[in-house]
């Protein structure tokens, strides 16, 4: 495999993985909705680095020990799950009524960053996810750590680039999406999605 055919073969890949939905589009989409564009792009942004914290994990080692050591597997992945549940709990028991007042925009914008990056550095599905898929697209002969630093970058710029065609996609449903109702029912129903994303990292199997 060339190093064009290897670009564009996890390009392509990477892609598909993206428009899947998942945690983080739900985490992307209910944050423009309820808290703005801001702290939406904030979170997308802590996305994309705990995406890269994975991708340097894997790259100097730390991934290959996870995907063989089941002790270490179990460990963040229980992690990961009771953070999720604590999200989602929280959102589900305790619903916002309104958007956050203007003075406190900074630091919301550091916790919706932390959420975001917490996110996904807490999922060992993703480290794994790196180590069995990355390889593939690596050309031979080429520096491993190197190529994984590139095909992470091809990921995140996909991501985040998904995440600002969805922040982009609420403006024009932002009076609705505001409306104390619509945000109760944003939080609540994100909450169970958390949830369930939750159980459904902690029951799962290598």
Sequence with gaps: MTMIDALLAFSVAALLLTLTPGLDTALVLRTATVEGRKQA???ALGISTGCLVWGAAVAFGLGALIAVSELAYDMLK???????S????????RP???LALADHTAKNSANWFLKGVLGN???PKIGIFYVSFLPQ??????SPVLWTFILVGIHIAIGTCWSMILISATRPLATILRKEQVIRWMDRTTGAI?????????LSRR
């Design 86 to 93: 604590w999200l989602g709990i929280n959102m589900l028991l």
């Design 96 to 98: 916002r009524k309104q």
């Design 137 to 142: 697209f690596i050309p031979q002969g080429h």
């Design 78 to 84: 229980y992690c990961g799950a009771l953070y999720l």
């Design 41 to 43: 792009v904030h979170a």
């Design 121 to 123: 550095a807490l999922n």
């Design 194 to 202: 958390f949830l369930a994303f939750a159980a459904r990292l902690a």
